[in-house]
């Protein structure tokens, strides 16, 4: 966490205060490596004295450049990716902007107010309270105490660690000390955010909660944002670079960067993998066992369903109940009171296969008289991106609900195959049309899913197939639709 105004570490230079937010010049971060504090004491000791004595005076210590020569600019109101393999200096980068790290050589400008989310509990006090350390961070942040008890409970409830807001620091897991961190630096009016991988800990619920205030920030606001997840960063960021091996490889537009990220990625993978084949069987590590030849026809399910079950690829999805409590909104004239996904008999999940048949039955209550309510459903992940959802406005345009009336929608599809992970269904209630309605009420994240197996699902979601098929086309012959 850090705070800067207009700041610019070891060049004495004055920020740009045009559109640029962030300016990073020819920076540099090299590191004295010892080998043992015998080393590092014979360094600060032995060499001065030999140079002196016009000796020679060789370094204990190796020199490891963290960064080299690192240049980008992020202007105002933009929001900037940064991808790169662990140990790629990412991380070193963010501390360099926040001024909690001096720069070898070069220099950074920043133009506004820094918050930032790095590593799990920087900037709290571990024997202070969570409320105490509130009141310190927002002192940093230049808020005074009494700004910052106007804001107390808006953090407090952002955060949502109950009791545990008068328990000292250290008694925190690593999820509660990435809510009541998120918490604050939502609520001290910062220009610039920066976060570093922050939102890999805690609950899909609080990741879509802070994802949903991102968005908003994101409308004026600057952001840095340091992940993992290739998919993330296109789905928030405008732009990226790419380190590796603490220099710059690309920067560019974030949808054009992670392609050549993954592509990157992919061909290391592949020469990996092609080494591991060479290995002997006893040698090499476990693999899935490869499938047989699938059948082609099919009646019900997806043809691989059966062999992907039977296989380490089965994804089992777990299917957590209803929340009535979780954050929603709308104008009240009525209301979700349940939700179940069911089997194809009817009876209710607590676990489903990935492409299986399964039903979202959504029941409420009018309040109020209602003329053509619509009822719909996202599936999201656990950044808040939608997968897929859907609505009964098409089907179910003529209904009328009289005030105390109870009613029920039913969803009928193929629950896709769905990476690890968490992933959370939103819920609404609306009247009117699709272009023209009333939101009565949205439930963010009603119902939780977990799938807890990996699968050989593409992308965001797999998607059954009902028909595959490849055979070989001769010259001659007219080509036309395989047949099943």
């Not at 997806?302 to 992907?308: G, S, T």
């Not at 209550?365 to 999201?380: N, S, T, W, Y």
Request: neutral net charge; proline residues 5%.
């Amino acid at each position: 966490m850090c705070s800067d105004q207009v700041t610019s570490h070891t060049a004495p230079q004055t920020a740009s205060k045009g559109n640029i937010a962030i300016r990073v010049n020819g920076v540099t971060k090299r590191y004295r490596l010892y080998p043992s504090t015998k080393a590092r004491l014979k360094e600060w000791l032995w060499r001065p004295l030999k140079r002196r004595l016009g000796r020679p005076a060789p370094p204990y210590y190796r020199s490891f450049t963290a960064l080299d020569e690192i240049n980008f600019e992020l202007p105002k109101g933009h929001t900037m990716g940064v991808i790169g393999r662990n140990g790629s200096g990412k991380s070193t980068l963010l501390q360099l902007i926040c001024g909690t790290l001096e720069p070898s050589a070069g220099n950074i400008e920043v133009n506004g107010r820094i918050a930032a989310l790095l590593e799990l509990g920087a900037g709290f006090n571990p024997e202070f309270t969570g409320r105490e350390n509130i009141y310190i961070y927002a002192a940093v942040m230049g808020l005074s105490r009494e700004q910052a008890s106007k804001r107390f409970d808006d953090i407090v409830a952002f955060a949502d660690i109950g009791d545990f807001i008068e328990q000292p620091v250290k008694s925190y897991s690593s999820g509660m000390l990435v809510r009541l961190a998120f918490a604050v630096i939502a609520h001290v009016d910062a220009d610039i955010l920066i976060i570093d991988e922050a939102l890999a800990v805690g609950d899909a619920f609080f990741v879509q909660k802070c994802m949903r205030f991102l968005r908003r920030f994101m409308q004026t606001g600057t952001v840095l944002f340091v992940s993992h997840d290739s998919a993330a960063v296109t789905n928030l960021c405008d732009r990226a670079i790419w380190l590796e091996q603490g220099k710059l490889r690309m920067q560019g537009s974030a949808k054009e960067l992670t392609e050549h990220y993954l592509a990157a990625r992919y061909a290391t993978a592949e020469k990996a993998e092609a080494e591991e084949s060479t290995m002997p069987e006893q040698q090499a590590p476990n693999r899935a066992p490869k499938l047989p030849n699938m059948p082609s026809k099919l009646d019900y399910y997806d043809p691989r369903q059966a062999l992907i079950n039977a296989s380490p690829l089965r994804n089992e999805l777990e299917i957590f109940a209803f929340d009535e409590t979780q954050e929603s909104f709308g104008q009240g004239g009525g209301s979700i009171t349940q939700a179940i996904l069911r089997d194809a008999q009817g009876r209710a999940l607590r676990w489903v296969i990935g492409g299986e048949p399964v039903s979202l039955r959504v029941d409420g209550v009018a309040h109020r008289a209602m003329q053509g309510p619509i009822v719909g459903f996202l599936l999201k992940d656990r950044l808040g991106q939608t997968l897929f959802g859907d609505n009964t406005f098409l089907t179910c345009q003529d209904l009328t609900l009289k005030a105390g009336q109870a009613f029920v929608a039913e969803f009928n599809f193929v629950m896709p195959t769905l990476p690890r992970g968490q992933y959370s269904i939103a819920l609404a209630l609306a009247e009117g049309t699709q272009q023209d309605h009333v939101q009565h009420q949205w439930i963010h994240d009603a119902l939780l899913i977990e799938s807890h197996s990996s699968s050989e699902s593409t992308g965001l979601v797999g998607i059954p197939m009902h028909h595959i098929a490849l055979q070989g086309v001769d010259e001659n012959a007219d080509a036309g639709p395989i047949q099943k």
